[in-house]
């Protein structure tokens, strides 16, 4: 199959950046989104011209590292699906596709389709983690877990912080992923003693890296490629609301 | 370990604004349907609805205090509801030249609109109905026992065709705010979870063609003489 594709191109965080049209010819319906992008690559760099870039790690939808926006869609059109797992098939023919790098002002453009990510990480560092002296692993059976509450925690934990939600977000809101995330500790034990501070904590940094407000529009929800639910916004809310009133 | 440093102040916070947007909002919408059943008296009748009126007016001191509070938390509504909507905008200072909309209803999308116009309505309605600035006629307008006759105005203000459709549309303005803002709150209030979230999407879509119908059937009546002046005439 033949595409046209308007890419984004960016030379540096401080280049203007526009959208370059480019043909990528003869794609296997069976290639993945970004095999197709190697291929255009292939062709750019046997041309001379400076190949797209663009970030990407395991290819295997786990590692949250490829962020595309595509036809206006974070990680394209599928659903529950990350860029790396997006297959030509889903395309026709003679389409035309828009590819555009995450758009907030928390995720500055460093080289056309790559964006820096690190405010999830000062979030993280924020308060993502649970303060322990490390010994010896405990027992797997000491410490006994609900099912139910080990089956929730594990739906929030298994965000992979691609930022699709900002992304997709037309606030550019952190909401789904810090909630994913706060939501994941605060439902286990070993969480639990530091979750007033965690979630204050994390919720400030999310406001100082300049991610938008959530207006509850969820769009997140349907862009996630691991389909974490608003109820987890919901579930942080709460716990901001709790934590606030006990103080 | 100290919490101090990191915990900016609830009322700046984005979850704290969002809270305090939801907790005014919710306030807003006991007065809408406290407001409703008190004006739905039109349809009793003059007597009923003027003595309403001449209760409300004669409790003085409660009345201003609770004007007071209305304006209150109208102000903090629409103050923080601008001030998200302005920071929503810087956080993302270069937009997208394709952007699609998957599951966000179009009434989350134009609550900053929705919401100001209902703001301009409101200014118009006090000037209209409780101030008796726009139209100071109605002032002279008493009943046969002296009181301020509000069932005569109500009529005469709505048999006036571009007033009753300004109401009409503000009124379908107001639902449409309402109907992603019911929902909205319990979101932001974290009692929203995967089992409710579906139920409370109609309902609140459910409240606001109440809210509608409710307010929007007194000027209805009165466009097609269901309730008529006391004379008869219109
Ligand atoms: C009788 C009038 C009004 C009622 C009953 C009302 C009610 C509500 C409620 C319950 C919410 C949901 C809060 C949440 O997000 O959880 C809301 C949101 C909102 N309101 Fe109002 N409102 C009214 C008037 C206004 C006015 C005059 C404005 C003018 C700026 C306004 C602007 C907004 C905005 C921008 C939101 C969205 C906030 C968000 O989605 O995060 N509203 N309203
Ligand atoms: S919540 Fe979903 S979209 Fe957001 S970072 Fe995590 S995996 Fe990506
Ligand atoms: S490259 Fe790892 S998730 Fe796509």
């Known amino acids: 199959m033949n595409l046209t594709l308007y890419v984004w191109r960016q030379k540096d965080a401080e280049d ?106 000062r979030v993280m560092q924020a308060g993502g983690f649970v303060s322990v002296n490390t ?113 | 370990m100290t919490t101090s440093q990191a915990s900016v102040s609830f009322t700046t916070a984005s979850v704290g604004k969002k809270v305090l947007m939801a907790i005014t909002g919710i306030c807003l919408i006991g007065f809408l349907i406290v407001h409703l059943i008190g004006n739905l008296q039109l349809f009793i009748g003059q007597e009923q609805l003027n003595k309403y009126a001449e209760t409300l007016q004669s409790l003085g001191g409660l009345k201003w205090g609770f004007r007071l509070f209305m304006l209150v938390l109208a102000v903090i509504h629409v103050w923080k509801g601008v001030v998200l909507w302005l920071e929503n905008r810087r956080a993302r200072p270069i937009g997208y030249h394709r952007e699609d909309t998957v599951q966000a209803s179009l009434s989350s999308r134009t609550m900053i609109y929705t919401g100001l116009l209902i703001f301009a309505f ?56 309402l109907s992603h803002a019911s929902e909205s709150f319990f979101q932001t209030m974290g009692w929203a979870n995967d089992k409710y979230l579906p139920k409370l999407k109609i309902l609140s879509n459910l409240f606001a063609i109440v809210i509608f119908i409710g307010y929007a059937s007194m000027p209805i009546a009165v466009l097609l003489n269901i309730v008529k002046l006391p004379g008869g005439g219109n």
């Open chain 2, 122 to 177: 409101v200014v118009y309605h006090l000037l209209h109905f409780t101030l008796i600035v726009t139209n100071p006629e109605y002032a002279q307008l008493k009943d046969s026992v002296g009181r301020v006759d509000v069932y005569s105005m109500v009529i005469t203000g709505f048999s006036n065709y571009a007033i009753a459709i300004a109401y009409l549309i503000a009124m379908f303005l107001l639902a449409y705010h």
């Open chain 1, 16 to 121: 203007k950046g526009s959208l370059e049209k480019y043909d990528a010819r003869d794609i296997n319906h069976h290639m993945s989104f970004l095999e197709m992008l190697d291929v255009v690559n292939e062709g750019l760099i046997q041309e001379g011209v400076d190949p797209i870039a663009f970030d990407h790690d395991c290819r295997e939808g786990i590692c949250g590292m490829c962020s595309l926006m595509i036809n206006g869609r974070a990680h394209g059109p599928e659903k529950a699906t990350t860029v790396c797992q997006l297959h030509m098939r889903h395309f026709k023919d003679g389409d035309t596709i828009y590819i555009e790098p995450w758009r907030a002002k928390a995720f500055p453009v460093t080289k056309d389709l790559i964006v820096d990510r690190s405010a999830f990480d």
């Open chain 1, 135 to 247: 010994g010896g692993a405990p027992d797997a059976n000491a410490l006994p877990i609900p099912k139910a509450n080990a089956d929730v925690a594990f739906d929030a934990a298994a965000c992979i912080g691609c930022g699709a939600c900002v992304a997709s977000c037309k606030n550019a809101s952190a909401m789904l992923f810090v909630s994913a995330k706060v939501s994941q500790f605060a439902l286990l034990p070993q969480g639990h003693a530091e979750r007033k501070q965690r979630v204050e904590k994390m919720i400030a940094q999310m406001d100082e890296e300049g991610f938008g407000n959530c207006t509850n529009y969820y769009e997140c929800e349907a862009a996630c490629p691991k389909e974490i639910s608003v109820r987890f916004i919901a579930k942080m809310n709460r716990e901001y609301l709790m934590a606030t009133i006990a103080k």
